[in-house]
């Protein structure tokens, strides 16, 4: 089955901590997105990356952390420098970044306590 | 600079029906235009695309769009609502670079049975 995973669904967090959503597909897919929902919004870009070991910031960068050093791994990470991180993280991907249509995961929901 | 607005937040109609969900964009290039599903605590599905080809544009499950450029707009329709066809749609406008990818707020379709 080809396709778009992220680990895991739900993850709690104590404020202070950083923590790392997984996000893998194996599609063979250049490009990579992380994107963030909040109830009553659109999707807003975090990060994206075109290429394997390259990656740009989106609207919403700060406070956000990525990795590409595999084509089909591109880890977030979400620091304490991040002042409100509950919300619901999507990873996406597409054939280049040219190429518009993504293709989205499951999504991780993720709740500061 | 690229906008998108998506004209109702939630739009409510009777099993059998006709879906009109209102999508405007305003880009200062030729845009891509998309609209994906999304239903709860999922991730996204795409519905439909439009990249210059023909101006009415079919999708899965009997949706449709028109882009029409003089009112910068790609309404999504469908002649008769489903019960499954409840759930939130986006509406997306992406311009050739990755970087700019701008998503509506979304509009939660209920259908009464």
């Known amino acids: 089955d080809g396709g778009i995973t992220q680990s895991p669904k739900y993850l709690f967090r104590k404020e202070g901590q950083n923590v790392t959503l997984s996000c893998e597909q194996n599609?063979?897919?250049?490009?990579m997105y992380w994107y963030r929902q909040d109830p009553g919004q659109g999707l807003r870009l975090i990060y994206y990356s075109q290429i394997v070991n390259d990656f740009q910031k989106g609207d919403i960068a700060e406070g956000y952390s990525v990795s590409r050093e595999k084509k089909e791994s591109f880890p977030l990470t979400v620091t304490s420098a991040q002042k409100n991180p509950t919300a619901f993280y999507l990873c996406?991907?597409?054939?280049?970044?040219?190429?518009?249509?993504?293709?989205f995961g499951p999504g991780t929901r993720l709740t500061v306590l | 600079a690229q906008s998108v607005t998506q004209l109702d937040s939630h739009v409510s109609v009777s099993e059998g029906t006709p879906v009109l969900l209102r999508c405007n964009y305003s880009s200062s290039y030729s845009p891509s235009l998309f609209w994906y599903v999304q239903h709860p605590n999922k991730g996204l599905q795409l519905l439909l695309k439009?990249?210059?080809?023909?101006?009415l544009v079919k999708g899965i499950n009997g949706f449709e769009a028109e882009f029409k450029k003089s009112e910068t707009s790609f309404h999504l329709t469908k002649p008769s609502a489903q019960m499954s066809d409840a759930a939130e749609y986006f509406c997306v406008v992406v311009h050739s670079s990755a970087s700019k990818i701008i998503f509506g707020s979304g509009t939660r379709l209920s259908i009464r049975p």
């Open positions: 439009y990249t210059s080809a023909a101006t």
């Open positions: 996406a991907s597409s054939i280049t970044s040219a190429y518009n249509e993504q293709f």
């Open positions: 599609l063979n897919h250049d490009a």
